[in-house]
């Protein structure tokens, strides 16, 4: 298959819309398998999405043009999934299961289209958020931090010649080649693309994408974007995220409910996955309070994700826990996934090599790290922390405490009632980079 040259196609595109996102299964495979489970067992519940800006020193309304941003999302609405990829949805295995996703499903999924949106500009940041359905509203999260942060890097490079644009994706694919050669020389490393989300450009994450297939062969084990794993024959990976918990615990009628919320959403969700799919995501709530409370069957699971913490503290602590539970932690599965450089990956996998089994899901700064990269000085090409987190569940508000308190999402009073619930044991603050 011909190389893009993406360059020479930032440069020339001259249409009236160069589409961001062009296909429905341009999103994170946790996100259908999450979608299956709303589907099925809570299709009347309501959600609000809301986009969060964590790095406050960028003004996002000031560096993207709102008409802009309005054409990319109102595209977007006009997407239905293609007949040959709700073949290869129906079709394909996933984690060694055939059939993961019910025909029910499928046939409901064909006629899917993304509901609408709200858009307002309050103090030089985009207010955005997507209301309705939680079976429809979901799926707004992905493509919409893709639409945003692809618009801030055209907006960044818009001043820049063929050459100059020449010399940033060179510098940039040498830098990303550079960790790659690195994490080469891992015995036995299990790397996947998790950098959907935030990344330079869909071109850019296709590129990163291919280069690791190459760079590290068997060491790369797939990919999290469902469109990038059909078309590079790789496996899609992902489970589930934080905002199962989230509605579970706003749709909660008492404290006792809330505190079980993070266990009857993996109740749920085992009766619908098994196998490999069964990773627990512990830190929405704190990761002390969940393995405080956890019942003892969690410990039976596949792994655990770690999201928030410090990996090799957060890691330690869930390998403690097994054992305190009897379980022998080389027979289990971390997978490192919060704010990854490579030194991150490489320090933790020496640390705990020979005493878990690991992968890391590497995001943005595999698919957004030009820093140093632009021919001139610029900021604006620096990736931020961007996210879009459920506000609200049938009118309810939505809470996420996790374990770093600069990642809390929701309103102050409700993060202090969450507190005294779940505890403050184990949270450590920490700078948010991306």
Known sequence: MAKTDIARRVYNHTWKLDPIVRSLLDTDFYKLLMLQMIWGMYPKVDATFKLINRTTSVRLADEIDERE????????????FSKKEMIWLGGNNFYGRKQIFEPEFLAWLEGFRLPDYELTRRDGQYELSFPGPWMYTTLWEIP???IINELRSRAAMRSFGPFALDVLYARAKAKMWAKTERLKALPGIRISD???????????????????KEGIGDAFTGTSNV???MDNDL????????????????????????????????????????GNLLIVLPDTFGTTAFLRDAPDWIADWTGFRPDSAPPIEGGEKILSWWREKGKDPKQKLLIFSDGL??????????????????SFGWGTNLTNDFEGCAPTETKSLDAISLVCKVSEANGRPA????????????????????????????RVEQLVKV
């Not at 941003?69 to 239905?80: F, G, N, V, Y």
């Not at 998790?194 to 071109?203: A, E, K, M, N, P």
């Not at 992902?238 to 993996?266: D, I, Q």
């Not at 809470?399 to 009073?413: F, Q, W």
């Open 69 to 80: 941003l309005r054409d990319q999302l109102d595209h977007a609405r006009t997407l239905r």
């Open 399 to 426: 809470v996420k405490l996790s374990d770093n308190p600069a990642k809390a999402t929701g309103d102050e009073k409700e993060i202090k009632r969450y507190l005294r619930i779940f505890g403050e044991k184990g």
């Open 227 to 229: 469109l990038l794993a």
């Open 144 to 146: 919409a931090l893709a």
């Open 235 to 274: 496996e899609a990976l992902g489970t589930n995220a934080h905002e199962l918990p989230m509605v579970f615990a706003a749709l909660a009628n008492s404290e006792e409910e809330m505190r079980e919320a993070p266990y009857k959403v993996l109740q749920d969700w085992q009766r619908y996955y098994g």
């Open 194 to 212: 998790f950098g959907t989300r935030r990344r330079h450009s869909f071109l850019w994450q296709r590129w990163c994408v291919e280069a690791l």
């Open 341 to 358: 450089e490579v030194e991150t990956i490489e320090e933790t996998y020496r640390h705990f090599r020979g005493k878990v089994r690991m």
